[in-house]
């Protein structure tokens, strides 16, 4: 092509000379080599270069954060459940039974307070102490949001929550109905028989896959002591089984549908945009879930707030900081000071920045149980095992500031060697 263009600008009648023999053989090596080149490419390009790209940086996400786009700042829903099969009005009023008042961060991570529903407030104008659980029937959702803004003030202003979010005890039972249900270890057999109510609770411990209705008997057993501790201690123990099973690959992308489905058991000011965009963002990494409970006072007559033990929870809510995979902190939670303050020195000694948590246990557990995140803390969770020398690993939701949280149990047995 080269050549004849040269040949072309020459003057008519004149004869271009032979090129060299050596100029030949080059140009015949050069062009194999650009045949060589093009073969190479085509046939090795699906191998060095893909024949299809990646998809978008998105499309690597977690299937839940593909839902919806994270809200725009934190965001503070308070959750209520009830008790009662349905949300239309019933004589008696439905109780509250579950009230939880969570954070969730943009970038992932939710922060969540538990109130226990038995604590009593005093109303203006009134003269007798009332529970929490009370409020609904007498003022809805709106009288139990201000009461608990009140409640979370610290001394402030009370600030009420952005949304809520009510739900039935018959609409959880759907929920997890049409999820397929969720994986538990159950600790112990639970057994209760109420002829009169007509309820039947029976239900082995160990491993095991929980309906609607099995998981309702599961937050509906109080236990021997009758009290409501038991019953939050199985809310909290829900938590991250519930919000994994939320959040895999196969949930995921039916929650739209479902919320769509659901929308006549739910009782909300959140949009269904609002609720998708929640979901993506808190369940995003279920391992930063933090959680906390609002301590009673020891009055048993009268469950008041405790502001003292309440004051640095409260402090740490109002910071409003997201959770981190990253703590080396190591909390320690028993139901006696004594024997968790010998915990805190064994870790201690053994090179570990350990404490004890803000709040003592409510009951003892059967066992002592370690928790961890995902991976993030699991070496960690080891070396407080082989501190203390028992301890079963599991994964959880942590306390405020910690890492790793160990739950002391009966076999934690200080003053033995």
Do not use: C
């Not at 929308?263 to 391992?287: F, V, Y």
């Not at 033990?309 to 080396?328: F, G, K, Y």
Request: avoid cysteine.
């Amino acid at each position: 092509m080269n050549s004849n263009s040269r040949s072309g600008s020459k003057l008519s009648g004149m004869v271009p000379p032979k090129p060299p023999r050596f100029a030949t053989a080059r140009l015949l090596w050069r062009l194999g080599m650009v045949a060589i080149g093009i073969f190479l490419g085509s046939s090795l390009g699906g191998v060095l270069v893909p024949q299809k790209t990646a998809g978008p940086l998105e499309d690597l996400r977690p299937a839940i954060s593909r839902l919806a786009d994270p809200p725009g700042r934190p965001q503070t829903v308070l959750l209520l459940g009830l008790d009662g099969s349905q949300l239309k009005s019933q004589t008696p009023p439905a109780q509250v039974q579950l009230l939880l008042m969570a954070r969730v961060h943009p970038g992932g991570g939710v922060e969540i307070i538990q109130i226990p529903t038995e604590l009593s407030v005093l109303l203006p104008g009134q003269k007798q102490l009332q529970p929490i659980s009370n409020l609904y029937g007498q003022g809805g959702v709106a009288l139990v949001a201000d009461v608990v803004a009140q409640l979370m003030a610290n001394g402030g202003e009370p600030v009420p929550p952005d949304r809520y979010l009510l739900l039935s005890r018959g609409g959880l039972r759907e929920v997890i109905n049409r999820i397929g249900g969720l994986p538990f270890d159950i600790e112990t057999p639970l057994r209760y028989q109420d002829k009169a109510g007509k309820l039947k609770i029976e239900l082995d411990a160990g491993q095991q896959w929980l309906g609607g209705k099995e998981l309702e008997q599961f937050l509906q057993f109080k236990g021997p002591d009758k009290g409501d501790g038991g019953r939050r201690q199985r809310q909290q123990q829900l938590l991250l089984p519930l919000a994994d099973r939320l959040a895999d690959a196969a949930v995921a992308p039916q929650l739209p549908a479902l919320l769509s489905q659901m929308r006549a058991q739910l009782n909300t000011n959140l949009g269904h945009g609002e609720l998708l965009s929640l979901l993506a963002a808190g369940l995003k990494d279920p391992d930063l879930i933090q959680l906390s409970r609002l301590p009673l006072s020891g009055d048993q007559a009268a469950r008041r707030l405790d502001q003292i033990r309440a004051e640095p929870l409260l402090e740490l809510w109002h910071q409003a900081q997201a959770p981190s995979a990253n703590n080396p902190q190591v909390n320690v939670e028993g139901i006696e000071p004594i024997s968790t303050n010998t915990a805190v020195e064994r870790l201690q000694g053994a090179g570990l920045a350990a404490q004890a948590s803000f709040l003592d246990a409510e009951l003892m557990r059967p066992r002592t149980v370690i928790l961890h995140g995902n991976g993030n803390n699991l070496k960690q969770a080891q070396a407080v095992r082989k501190a203390l020398g028992l301890g079963e690993l599991q994964r959880g939701p942590l306390s405020p500031g910690a890492g790793v949280q160990v739950l002391l149990g009966k076999d934690w047995q200080p003053s033995k060697p």
